[in-house]
Nanobody, 117 residues
């Protein structure tokens, strides 16, 4: 089992920045990739960004050039630096990890990000 704990959400004005953190604990061997998803009210959960164990990254088009995902393997932590935040970025952000041969999926509890005008 992998436990994921997110932090760093909050209220920010449009154009501002936030950094989310997600720390993994438990049986954290063979984590293939970690990522961030978000879910806005009334919408489906969507991929925001992922990073593999090798450091390859992937972003949804709407956040490219604004968000940066990174990881600190020594701290078992993945970060999401969010710049130039827009009202449409308001959502609950969830950390995600994929582990092992079958890419078993784990989720964090979510952290709220609210962007105000």
């Amino acid at each position: 089992q992998v436990q994921l704990v997110e932090s760093g959400g909050g209220l920010v004005q449009a154009g501002g920045s936030l950094r989310l953190s997600c720390t993994a604990s438990g049986s954290i061997f063979s984590i293939n990739a970690m990522g961030w998803y978000r879910q806005a009210p009334g919408k489906q959960r969507e991929l925001v960004a992922t990073i593999t164990s090798g450091g390859s990254t992937n972003y949804v088009d709407s956040v490219k050039d604004r968000f940066t995902i990174s990881r600190d393997n020594a701290k078992n932590t993945v970060y999401l630096q969010m710049n130039s935040l827009e009202l449409e970025d308001t959502a609950v952000y969830y950390c995600n990890a994929r582990q092992g041969r079958y890419n078993t999926i784990y989720w964090g509890q979510g952290t709220q990000v609210t962007v105000s005008s």
